[in-house]
């Protein structure tokens, strides 16, 4: 059974930088897509990063590239979202999820397995 479990979230100021960790267990993940979900307090959840296991091809939404960087450890079977810069509208519950299609997506409804987020709060 997959298991993705998040941390490294907390509180930072505007500027700042956090790495999120998602451990990921129970498969063998190269023929994964992994990605990088949040969702704000009121808003609708929002894809945030995604990368591809075997190539570590990404993608980005506009509002983090640039600031957001997804990286992923083989041996540690693990993916990082490191975070700079951050701003208060960065504030949310960021998710780990797995896509076992090996298909680079920004839709939510592509990807098999959730994590069950850590908190971000970025302070002004």
């Known amino acids: 059974q997959v298991q993705l479990v998040e941390s490294g979230g907390g509180l930072v100021q505007a500027g700042g930088s956090l790495r999120l960790s998602c451990a990921a267990s129970?498969?063998?993940?190269?023929?994964?897509?992994m990605g990088w979900f949040r969702q704000a307090p009121g808003k609708e959840r929002e894809f945030v990063a995604a990368?591809?296991?075997?190539?570590?091809?990404?993608d980005y939404a506009d509002s983090v590239k640039g600031r957001f960087t997804i990286s992923r450890d083989g041996l540690k079977n693990t993916v990082y979202l490191q975070m700079n810069n951050l701003k208060p509208e960065d504030t949310a519950v960021y998710s780990c999820?797995?896509?076992?299609?090996?298909?680079?997506?920004?839709?939510?409804?592509?990807?098999?397995?959730w994590g069950q987020g850590t908190q971000v709060t970025v302070s002004s």
């Open positions: 990368i591809r296991w075997s190539d570590r091809s990404t």
């Open positions: 129970g498969r063998t993940f190269t023929t994964y897509v």
């Open positions: 999820a797995a896509n076992r299609r090996n298909l680079v997506t920004r839709s939510q409804s592509q990807y098999d397995y």
